[in-house]
Structures are given as structure tokens and as C-alpha cells.
């Protein structure tokens, strides 16, 4: 759909980053590395909601011994997390995970990145660049005049030299900061300067709903622009948040083949018949383990909502106390009002399975149809075609501008 910049393509376990692969999720998981149970509980929660990669710390040699016992059972690849100890590097790949995430403001002496990036090339293992705004190099901040796209890019810029020295190229990079328009420009530079697979993220975005719109604000404007191969999503929230958070966005920009539901809901008016917020959420957590890969509408009123969604591959609208089924703007049901959501989640799964046509097919669409006709003429009748009571409004504010 976008014209993505063209990338060198690296593999992290089997999954390839970058040279025109589909775009990835990561996320990262918040257990002890060393609780290998509880670890491996929360990869299986992440990979079910849509991660591809995950990272784990790897702070301590216990940490490493944990990854050793995690990697194997893991059905995701894993990437260690390595900050201030080099040797935890080592560990990490003696472990034998997928791959490296070094941070470049966090160690510094050539020697021991040549060692590690050694090591990298002799397994083949790829290592992710990871620059952060919050811990980069004091010498860059000094040179710099304080945190800039400039000085991040090039702490990026200083490593790929001592990995370039040592022969190493399996190279994937990130230039986080916690600041949006900071992080976009940073990553444009880099973008200019790097043939490398590039990973997205605003780092430290918080608890969600803010933490969402900036690390969506961040990575969907490089997106759409063609930059980035691997996507992260940082915030304050169970992990699996992040993992759907970054699956919903790369399926919304259509960077990704649809898996889930793709759930629409009117923002509701005076002519709801229906609390559409309480219906639109309890049908989001009704599908929120289906693999449903269809567009399903939840709308407020039978007078508008099967017109307005229908697009949708399914949907239902209220009306009169009951639920108006309509599969690509046809109405094929009614049910009571109680039943909307059971009832969405049967249709849907026979869509599934059938597809529309046949779920047209199987309805009685000339009685639903009249139903609905009903249903609608009743409330067109005692709501009119001015539900929101806007033109006596009209009125009002005419006589208190003329008084
Ligand atoms: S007119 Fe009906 S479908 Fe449209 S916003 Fe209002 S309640 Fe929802």
C-alpha cells in the first residue's frame, strides 16, 4: 500500500526483518528472566495477541541461565536485552537466543562491542542497535548541545563503525526518545544515512490511553511514510497490550493481513436505541480471542446504522428493543435486544466459515427486511428526522444572538 524504503534483509530466529518482509510486532516481556515458568507464560500471551519477537533482559548471569531453559520451549524468537555488561551479551548467546539489543549510550568501550559484535558474526546472530534519548552517550549530549535527531543518530552512526570493523553486518537499529516529533526526525536522519532494517518505538510512552496516542502518533507517521520494519509499542501496561496495540495498527494501515476482528461503531446521537458504548465493548471483548478477520459495525439506530456500515462484512443496529442483524448492508435477522452481542458472534462465525453470501442465503432477508422498515417508520415517527432536536436548538440560538 506504501512505498516502503528498501531495506537489507536480516533473520531473527525465522523470522526475517527488513528487504520487503512484512512488517513486525515486538514487545517485551516484564517477568524475572530467571522465572522461566512465568516467563514463558506471558511469550505464550504475547504471541497469541499478535507478537512476533520478544525481548527478554538479560541483567544477570542468572537471567542467561534462565534464557538457556526458555529459548527452546519459546514459540516465538527471543532477543536478550543488554544494557551495562557486555558479558551478559555473551551469556545471552551462549543461552541461545535469536539475537542482541545492545544500547550504545550504556556500553561504551570499543573493545568490549568489537567482542561482542565478534562473537555475533561467528553465530550469525543479528543485533539491534538501541539507541535511547534518555541514556545516550554524555560525550554526544555535550557535542550536541543536548539531546538531538542529530546526536542519536550518530551514537548509531559510532557503532555500526566498531561493528563494521570487526566484519559485522547483521544489523537492525532504533533512535527511541520519549518525545514524538524528536523521535520522527531522528528516525528520518537515520532513515537518509543506513541501508539497515530500522525498529520503531517512542520510548517510555506511558500508561495508555496517552502512551497509545503517542507511540501510535510516532510509528505510524514514519509508517506511512515507508520507514520502519519492526514495530514496538512502550507502555505502562500488561505487555500484551503493546503486542495488540502494534498488530491493530500495522492491520489498520493494511501492512498487515487482517487476523482479528476489525470492530466499527457509530459514536452514537440522540436516535441511539441502544447504550452503544456498553454494546460496542462487550462485543470487543466477545471477540477479542476470535480470529475473526472480518469488519463487524455495532450502530446505534436501525434509521441510519445499516446504511452507514454497510461496508461492513456484518453488523447489527437497535431499534424498537431489538437488534437488526444486516450482513453488507442487507438485514438478514432480528433479535431481542438482550441477544445482540451472542447474536453478532454466532453470524460471525458462520461468515467465517461460509462467507456473506451464504449467510444471505440462509436468511429470511424479505421478513428481516420488513422488520426492519418497521422498526424504522416507528422511530423516524416519534424521533422525526430531526432526532437531536437541532432545529429547535437553531431557533433558540437565533433569538438569544437577535435579543
Ligand atoms: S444516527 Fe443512528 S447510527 Fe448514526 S450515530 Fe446516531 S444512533 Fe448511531
Redesign the pocket.
Known sequence: MYERRHTQQISVGKVPVGGGSPITVQSMTTTKTADVEGTLQQIYALAAAGCDIVRCTCNEQEAAEGLAQIVPRSPIPIIADIHHQYKMALAAMEAGVHGLRLNPGNIRKPEHIKAVASEARDRCLPIRIGVNGGSLDPSLYEKHGGLTAAAMVESALQEIAYFHEVDFDLIKISVKASNVPLMVDAYRLLADAVKYPLHLGVTEAGPPPAGLVKATAGISTLLLEGIGDTIRYSLTADPVEEARAGRQLLEALGLRERKNVDLIA????????ID?IDVANRAMKAFEDKKLPLQIAV???V???PG?AREADLGI?AGNKRGHLFVKGRNVAVVPESEMVEALVEWAEFIHEHGTDAAIARADTKLAEREAARDRSQLLDEKGAD?NDAGSKIVEIRKTVSD
Open positions: 457509530c459514536p452514537s446521537c440522540g436516535r441511539a436505541e452503544v450502530m446505534g439506530c434509521v441510519n446504522g452507514e443496529a432526532a
